[in-house]
């Protein structure tokens, strides 16, 4: 059940950030289901082999204007905010918006950016050349965007930010520290914008589960966490941050309702009414299919089953691997052991991961 | 900094307008034209009055129609001297073939150094 709640989070938080200014792509269903967990990831790492175009553009001339990005720690602090609306330019690749963001404000080298996105640092190196060139070619502007731009520049450094805390949202517990720190760094240099707080609060409150999400190499759901486990620093300073950021701007962006969401599931007694009626706020913000999902699970774990199996096959979601488990789940509650059982078995042949595959392979010897 | 604007048309979204529609249209890549950032431009012929010259080996190779083998074809283009990528992106996002559901591919060009005379 919670599979769904744990695990679509950044496809929507993506679609979050691009719909309400692109509108939704001509196919939601497949561009959520490429957007899902680890997808953007997958492509970085996968994309070992980059078109040698640097040197075609004399990669070996300094950047001037990237010699800023090159100073790393001794940017001074007054400069921070241009530097990562530079990092984060929509006219560069996401994935060297990421590298770039980590290396220039994340104080990570070359090489350890490189281990996380499991490439050489030879390609890693190239990746920021190229970016850098193309920075220093086209005349990417180093500066904060005029206020007619700024709320989408600012949707985009959320986005990488997101990005990086989500790659390590199950194993790199570092690559989500450097997310926070990226996000605390924003806060202080944004001390107006909700959206920031939004995000911070989002990624301290997802982050205090770690110790207890993932137990012995098994996904344990939210549910069944043992919350003593849970960072309770982190919870508190997640809360501090969603106060603050609805303080500024009582009607809540993406980020904001999503930290929203998890703030009430930081409770020992979750108000799931109170969380299906966030979702359905999300769902209109964003269009989002996979924020449905989760919706129909909130209005189940308020104690209506039924009315949620009929939100979640109203669904067009077609293969999305977490539909079916939730749906699988659904039909268990409801005693209807035999369509449940083929629904696990569905949700199993298109489970992603190990912990995923372990979680289903319970659940079906449970029934 | 000057930017080639190559428009790419989605293909019949201009044939498809009505008359006024087409006027505004019209008025609208003019007024570009117009804008004293703007430094020349054109509008193609259609992609069927286009003939490709290739490297054929012995004998270059010419064939009928436009090098891209896509329904979009380069359709015009504008050169502008913006001061950076923002600007650029900003008057790019005003060619109407964008909102017709086309797309503007934007370049800078080599700076060419002034040659000094001799």
């Keep these: ?367 | 900094m000057k930017y080639a604007m190559l428009i790419y048309p989605k293909a019949g979204s201009h044939e498809a307008l009505g008359e006024d529609e087409y006027s505004t249209v019209n008025a609208e890549y003019w007024a570009l034209r117009e804008d004293s950032r703007c430094l020349g431009g054109g509008h193609l012929q259609p992609g069927e009055t286009a003939t490709t010259v290739q490297y054929g080996g012995a004998e270059n190779l010419i064939t009928d129609g436009p090098y891209a083998d896509t329904k979009e074809v380069l359709g015009g283009y504008y050169v502008f001297d913006a001061s950076n990528l923002d600007e650029a992106l900003e008057l790019a996002q005003r060619i109407p073939a964008v909102r017709l559901g086309g797309a503007v591919e934007v370049r800078p060009l080599v700076e060419v150094p002034v040659e000094t005379a001799h």
């Design chain 1, 1 to 367: 059940m919670d599979l769904a709640e744990e695990a679509a989070q950044e496809a929507f938080a993506i679609a979050a950030e691009r719909w309400p200014r692109d509108g939704p792509p001509e196919h939601p269903v497949a561009w959520l289901v490429a957007t899902g967990r680890n997808r953007a990831i997958d492509r970085l790492r996968r994309e070992l082999v980059l078109q040698d175009k640097t040197r075609l553009l004399g990669a070996e001339q300094p950047a001037a204007t990237m010699d800023e990005i090159d100073l790393d720690d001794s940017t001074i602090p007054d400069e921070r905010l241009e530097l990562i609306f530079t990092c984060c330019h929509p006219a560069l690749a996401v994935e060297a918006q990421v590298a770039l963001t980590l290396r220039a404000l994340g104080g990570l080298t070359t090489e350890e950016i490189a281990r996380a996105f499991l490439v050489s640092e030879e390609t890693m190196k190239r990746r920021l050349s190229r970016a850098k060139s193309k920075i220093k070619a086209t005349a990417i502007p180093f500066a904060v965007p005029a206020d007619r731009l700024l709320p989408d520049r600012l949707a985009a450094v959320l986005a990488v930010v997101y990005l990086i805390f989500n790659q390590g949202y199950t194993e790199r517990a570092d690559l989500a520290a450097e997310a926070i720190r990226l996000g605390r760094l924003l806060v202080e240099l944004m001390a107006d914008e909700p959206e920031v707080y939004g995000l911070l609060a989002l990624m301290l409150l997802h982050d205090s589960r770690r110790e207890a999400r993932v137990v012995d190499g098994q996904l344990v759901p939210l549910g069944e966490q043992d919350r003593s486990r849970h960072d309770r620093s982190k919870v508190d300073a997640g809360q501090a941050a969603l106060t603050r950021a609805l303080s500024l701007r009582p009607a809540a962006g993406p980020y904001v309702l999503q930290a929203a969401i998890a703030s009430l599931q930081a409770e020992e007694e979750i108000d799931w009414d109170e969380v299906a009626v966030l979702y359905e706020r999300l769902e209109r913000l964003t269009g989002s299919p996979v924020v449905a999902l989760n919706r129909a699970v909130a209005v189940a774990e308020a104690g209506a089953p039924e009315r949620a199996l009929a939100l979640v096959d109203s669904l067009e979601l077609g293969d999305y691997r977490y539909l079916h488990s939730t749906r699988a789940e659904l039909l268990r509650r409801l005693g209807r052991r035999d369509e449940a059982r083929a629904a696990f078995e569905h949700a199993l042949r298109l489970a992603a991961t190990d912990p995923e595959r372990r979680l289903i392979a319970r659940r079906l010897a449970g029934l």
